[in-house]
Nanobody, 126 residues
Framework: QVQVMESGGGLVQAGGSLRLSCTTSGLTNVVAMGWFRQAPGREREGVSCISRTGTLTSYSDTLKGRFTITRDNANNIMYLQMNSLKPEDTAMYYC????????????????????WGQGTQVTVSS
């Protein structure tokens, strides 16, 4: 059984930083993974995607430059470093893993991922 678990969310002032972490268990192979977020009343949106080796990354155009995705396969953990946070970044952030693919699709979305965590809340105060 595959399990995905996020951590690191919290309350931060605008302009501050947070680092989210994601660990998995039960995956038989190292696969591409991603971060998504969903604010109340809004659809889930993609934040970032990272390939198996971590050498290929992709970001939402609106977030590129402030967020950085990395992974440490030796320790089975993925990170999302979020800097210069804004109140509009407030959302539940989800970690997700692909079934077998090691790459992120050219145009990736939540439908490309099959394993999901429960989410970690990020709240940015103004």
């Amino acid at each position: 059984q595959v399990q995905v678990m996020e951590s690191g969310g919290g309350l931060v002032q605008a302009g501050g930083s947070l680092r989210l972490s994601c660990t998995t268990s039960g995956l038989t192979n190292v696969v591409a993974m991603g971060w998504f977020r969903q604010a109340p009343g809004r659809e889930r949106e993609g934040v970032s995607c990272i390939s198996r080796t971590g050498t290929l990354t992709s970001y939402s155009d609106t977030l590129k430059g402030r967020f950085t995705i990395t992974r440490d396969n030796a320790n089975n953990i993925m990170y999302l470093q979020m800097n210069s946070l804004k109140p509009e970044d407030t959302a539940m952030y989800y970690c997700a893993a692909r079934r077998v693919s090691v790459f992120c699709p050219t145009s990736w979305s939540s439908g490309d991922f099959v394993y999901w965590g429960q989410g970690t809340q990020v709240t940015v105060s103004s």
